[in-house]
């Protein structure tokens, strides 16, 4: 039943912006705490982001603090990642995770990939 497709990911130069988005749906949306999290070629699952139910407390990794920001539309069931001023190891896979009651990263979207290169 949950269902969490992202969208937005593209090819863009260094210091370019784009906008990541997850529509979601089987669930009560304005009910959880949500992350973006992000694999880069050969490495492992970083966490990027997170975002409290109603939207109004978020939390960053260092590598991306400034220059990301994670926002959400509970009306339509939706979650954003703003990014600027890329670099090229923004390079990655980037999904969007539900946090469960447990605090674990239950669903996950099929992600969506972002390449920064020139």
């Known amino acids: 039943q949950v269902q969490l497709v992202e969208s937005g990911g593209g090819l863009v130069q260094p210091g370019g912006s784009l906008r990541l988005s997850c529509a979601a749906s089987g669930f009560s949306f304005s009910g959880y705490y949500m992350s973006w999290v992000r694999q880069a070629p050969g490495k492992g699952f970083e966490w990027v982001s997170d975002?409290?139910?109603?939207?109004?407390?978020?939390y960053y990794a260092d590598s991306v603090k400034g220059r990301f920001t994670i926002s959400r539309d509970n009306v339509k069931n939706t979650l954003y990642l703003q990014m600027n001023s890329l670099k090229p190891e923004d390079t990655a896979l980037y999904y969007c995770?539900?946090?469960?009651?447990?605090?674990?990263?239950?669903?996950w979207g099929q992600g969506t990939q972002v390449t920064v290169s020139s």
């Open positions: 995770t539900r946090r469960g009651s447990t605090w674990a990263f239950d669903y």
């Open positions: 975002i409290n139910d109603g939207g109004g407390s978020t």
